[in-house]
């Protein structure tokens, strides 16, 4: 079966610090893989996408993650944090076999001022 | 960019009726949407794929009587809640696929809160 884990259901970090949020995936074929937040009662805000090419893909808000097929990982990195990136993080990934997004069981990330 | 609205934002209704929720792809044609469904503190768990002009696909599970979903047009998808329970309450999210991306990107609505009391 196809799935998303994301080992970590809080990740807690001290303003200023790098962040890394983790992700695993389990899909057929090449897989597109994304990641999104979500802040409180709102939908889902897209972060960054990787489809092919370069493994470190760089997105919205200074976040960027790094594709390692053989570990099959794309975690979410930040070389520093702020207070408002406070919120909740889902991984997701969209493999060929099927048309749907399959999304991890999301990562709160609470950064301390 | 692509931008997909929801309607509403939040509703509270009585045991027994029944809530319409909306979702708008705003100057882009949406021929399939997605309805998920989140309950507090886990992940989106996917209702239904929405193809315009044809019967949704439901997921497993997923009572098709209960969840009815319309696509009648190409920028317009709605979900009703029939019947509505307390159990039914959690937050609905939409999305619709970039033009012309298919699987490579999704765009997601704002979400309704809904509350049946």
């Known amino acids: 079966a196809q799935s998303v884990a994301q080992p970590e259901d809080q990740v807690n970090v001290a303003e200023g610090n790098p962040l890394t949020v983790k992700c695993t995936y389990s899909?057929?074929?090449?897989?597109?893989l994304f990641w999104y937040v979500q802040y409180p009662n709102r939908g889902l805000q897209f972060l960054l996408k990787?489809?092919?090419?370069?493994?470190l893909v760089k997105g919205s808000y200074g976040f960027e993650a790094e594709f390692n097929k053989s570990q099959t990982s794309f975690h979410l990195k930040k070389p520093s944090a702020l207070v408002s990136d406070s919120a909740l993080y889902f991984c997701?990934?969209?493999?060929?076999?099927?048309?749907?997004?399959?999304f991890g069981t999301g990562t709160l990330l609470a950064v301390q001022p | 960019g692509a931008v997909v609205s929801q309607h509403p934002s939040w509703v509270i209704c009585k045991s027994g009726t029944s809530v319409k929720i909306e979702c708008r792809s705003l100057?882009?044609?949406?021929?399939?949407m997605f309805w998920y469904r989140q309950f507090p503190k886990q992940s989106l768990m996917l209702m239904a794929t929405?193809?315009?002009?044809?019967?949704?696909?439901?997921e497993q599970g997923v009572e098709k009587d209960k969840f009815l979903i319309n696509h009648a047009s190409l920028t317009l998808s709605t979900l009703t809640v029939t019947s509505a329970h307390p159990e039914d309450s959690s937050f609905y999210i939409c999305?619709?696929?970039?033009?012309?991306?298919?699987?490579?990107?999704?765009?997601f609505g704002s979400g309704t809160r809904l509350t049946v009391v």
């Open positions: 999305s619709a696929t970039f033009p012309g991306q298919g699987r490579k990107g999704y765009t």
């Open positions: 899909v057929s074929g090449n897989p597109y």
């Open positions: 990787y489809i092919t090419g370069d493994n």
């Open positions: 997701a990934a969209h493999g060929g076999a099927t048309n749907k997004l399959i």
């Open positions: 100057d882009f044609q949406a021929t399939t």
């Open positions: 929405s193809n315009e002009g044809s019967k949704a696909t439901y």
